[in-house]
């Protein structure tokens, strides 16, 4: 049994992330922090949102990671990703729920993969596409962590190497190139269904554009997401001095029946 949590500290908000075994337990005793050791018992025996102390009186919360906070906090990137404020808006984009069944490639660091299991459920599948090794082999690691790699199939390789039998509730393809593939992707794609692409520069969207507007496509978007974030003080509430001011384009479609 093991046990995937997040410490929390009160005094400074700093996040912990570990991975909790008996086995763990018994050979190190103790989870070092900043602010002293909290025995690893404990923090295994503690219940969600209860005040653990170091041995130097601190205090500590424990939780169980949020999936956001495991994507913005612990997640490896070996390539980049896409972030909570793109991938939840690409989830509802692309209609994805519990049992569907949805294709992705490039899996990358498989941060986009995590929320699109997490919405699929135990009943749906993630098919997804990494033709890195080192980059799928992360991926999978990531997703063992978080507990959500049941519902996911990991390929190596590109989604043209592959005979598939059966047609897909969603698409996102987030590649370096992606006009190779969007016939086959097309084909893939259950009618009245969505596709979507994450293109890093307008040029791409223009293309993906052109070659989208060929295949039987409608009901097109196309957008950028922007986050401010606000500091924490009430007296003085305003936003935060520095924000990212791009990440990337996302472009979206549905499929009807020629
Ligand atoms: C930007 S990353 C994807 C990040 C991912 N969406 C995430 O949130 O972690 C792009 C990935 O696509 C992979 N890739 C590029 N071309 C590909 C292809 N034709 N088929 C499958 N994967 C591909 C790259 O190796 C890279 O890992």
Same mark, same amino acid.
């Given at each position: 049994?093991?046990?995937?949590?997040?410490?929390?500290?009160?005094?400074?908000?700093?996040?912990?992330?570990?991975?909790?075994?008996?086995?763990?337990?018994?050979?190190?005793?103790?989870?070092?922090?900043?602010?002293?050791?909290?025995?690893?018992?404990?923090?295994?025996?503690?219940?969600?949102?209860?005040?653990?102390?170091?041995?130097?009186?601190?205090?500590?919360?424990?939780?169980?990671?949020?999936?956001?906070?495991?994507?913005?906090?612990?997640?490896?990137?070996?390539?980049?990703?896409?972030?909570? /404020?793109?991938?939840?808006?690409?989830?509802?984009? +692309?209609? @994805?729920?519990?049992? =569907? $069944?949805?294709? *992705? &490639?490039?899996? !990358?660091?498989?941060?986009?993969?995590?929320?699109?299991?997490?919405?699929?459920?135990?009943?749906?599948?993630?098919?997804?596409?990494?033709?890195?090794? /080192?980059?799928?082999?992360?991926?999978?690691?990531? +997703?063992? @962590?978080?507990?959500? =790699? $049941?519902?996911? *199939? &990991?390929?190596? !390789?590109?989604?043209?190497?592959?005979?598939?039998?059966?047609?897909?509730?969603?698409?996102?393809?987030?590649?370096?190139?992606?006009?190779?593939?969007? /016939?086959?992707?097309?084909?893939?794609?259950?009618?009245?269904?969505?596709?979507?692409?994450?293109?890093?520069?307008?040029?791409?969207?223009?293309?993906?554009?052109?070659?989208?507007?060929?295949?039987?496509?409608?009901?097109?978007?196309?957008?950028?997401?922007?986050?401010?974030?606000?500091?924490?003080?009430?007296?003085?509430?305003?936003?935060?001095?520095?924000?990212?001011?791009?990440?990337?384009?996302?472009?979206?479609?549905?499929?009807?029946?020629?």
């Amino acid at each position: 049994m093991k046990k995937f949590v997040m410490l929390y500290s009160l005094d400074d908000h700093k996040k912990y992330f570990l991975t909790i075994t008996p086995e763990k337990i018994e050979k190190e005793k103790f989870f070092t922090t900043k602010d002293g050791k909290i025995s690893l018992k404990e923090i295994f025996e503690a219940k969600e949102g209860n005040i653990l102390k170091t041995h130097l009186g601190k205090k500590y919360i424990v939780f169980k990671p949020s999936l956001m906070d495991f994507i913005l906090h612990k997640l490896k990137r070996l390539t980049q990703i896409i972030y909570p /404020k793109d991938s939840a808006y690409i989830a509802l984009k +692309l209609d @994805i729920k519990k049992g =569907d $069944k949805v294709l *992705e &490639f490039g899996t !990358g660091s498989g941060a986009l993969t995590s929320i699109f299991a997490w919405c699929v459920g135990e009943e749906g599948k993630v098919i997804t596409f990494e033709k890195e090794k /080192k980059f799928m082999e992360n991926a999978k690691k990531n +997703l063992e @962590i978080i507990g959500l =790699d $049941k519902q996911v *199939e &990991f390929n190596l !390789g590109t989604i043209l190497e592959k005979d598939f039998s059966e047609k897909f509730d969603a698409v996102f393809i987030d590649v370096k190139d992606p006009l190779p593939y969007i /016939k086959k992707a097309t084909n893939l794609l259950k009618e009245g269904k969505f596709i979507g692409f994450l293109c890093p520069t307008t040029n791409q969207v223009s293309e993906v554009l052109k070659a989208l507007k060929e295949l039987p496509f409608t009901d097109f978007e196309i957008c950028e997401i922007l986050l401010r974030r606000y500091k924490i003080n009430p007296d003085r509430l305003r936003p935060e001095d520095l924000m990212i001011g791009h990440t990337a384009y996302l472009l979206f479609a549905r499929k009807y029946k020629k």
